[in-house]
């Protein structure tokens, strides 16, 4: 059984950083698409930053230039780095494998960005 588990979330001042780390267990292959999404009070959970099954990252405009997704392949592991974090970067992050034609989640992790 595969299980996710974020850490790193909490409250940050605007201008901030912060660094999530997720962690993956059970029997993952090689071939994967791993990253984040977040989820604001009364909005759509929308992505963040992943990798894509081809290696290549992708990630949400409105966090270019300011989050660098990162991974350890051999703990199965991705990290968020979240730097210039911005009031409306408040949301529940989550973390989200896509392998074998399923897709996990993790529980998720608040990150609260104020003043």
């Known amino acids: 059984q595969v299980q996710l588990v974020e850490s790193g979330g909490g409250l940050v001042q605007p201008g901030g950083s912060l660094r999530l780390s997720c962690a993956a267990s059970?029997?993952?292959?090689?071939?994967?698409?791993m990253g984040w999404y977040r989820q604001a009070i009364g909005k759509e959970r929308e992505l963040v930053a992943l990798?894509?099954?081809?290696?290549?990252?992708n990630y949400a405009d409105s966090v270019k230039g300011r989050f660098t997704i990162s991974r350890d392949n051999a703990k199965n592991s991705v990290y968020l780095q979240m730097n210039s974090l911005k009031p409306e970067d408040t949301a529940v992050y989550y973390c989200?494998?896509?392998?074998?034609?399923?897709?996990?989640w993790g529980q998720g992790t608040q990150v609260t960005v104020s003043s």
């Open positions: 990798f894509r099954i081809d290696g290549s990252t």
């Open positions: 989200y494998l896509y392998m074998r034609a399923r897709i996990h």
């Open positions: 059970g029997s993952i292959p090689s071939s994967n698409a």
